[in-house]
């Protein structure tokens, strides 16, 4: 699986931006994927995941209510809709998948990743 990740970019504190995850592969519907992110000096965080139907979703605390990941196996992808951006969401922002049924918030279980996109919060 590949993953090409797009739509990060300077924001204001307040605003909105969306991330898409483009995967390639016939199986995209039996992983479950992630976002992660990483400030520079920091390890990869978690920050959402989606279950294979969409249905399932996870959030780190800092971004419930804010952040919304969701997924259309049919194109496969996968989206982060941010909103009510803070500074300190600013990192880099990685897609990943994981071959199982199962979620997690490890990045080190996940088994593909994209190249990352930038997200900068900034007035």
């Known amino acids: 699986v590949q993953l090409v990740e797009s739509g990060g970019g300077l924001v204001q504190p307040g605003g909105s931006l969306r991330l898409s995850c483009a995967a390639s592969?016939?199986?995209?519907?039996?992983?479950?994927m992630g976002w992660f992110r990483q400030a520079p000096g920091k390890g990869r965080d978690f920050v959402a995941a989606?279950?294979?139907?969409?249905?399932?979703?996870y959030y780190t605390d800092s971004v419930k209510g804010r952040f919304t990941i969701s997924r259309d196996n049919a194109k496969n992808t996968v989206s982060l809709q941010m909103n009510s951006l803070k500074p300190e969401d600013t990192a880099v922002y990685f897609c990943?998948?994981?071959?199982?049924?199962?979620?997690?918030?490890?990045?080190?279980?996940?088994?593909?990743w994209g190249q990352g996109t930038q997200v900068t919060v900034s007035s």
């Open positions: 592969g016939r199986t995209f519907s039996s992983y479950i």
């Open positions: 990943g998948a994981r071959r199982t049924w199962a979620f997690s918030r490890r990045s080190d279980e996940y088994d593909y």
């Open positions: 989606i279950g294979w139907s969409g249905r399932d979703t």
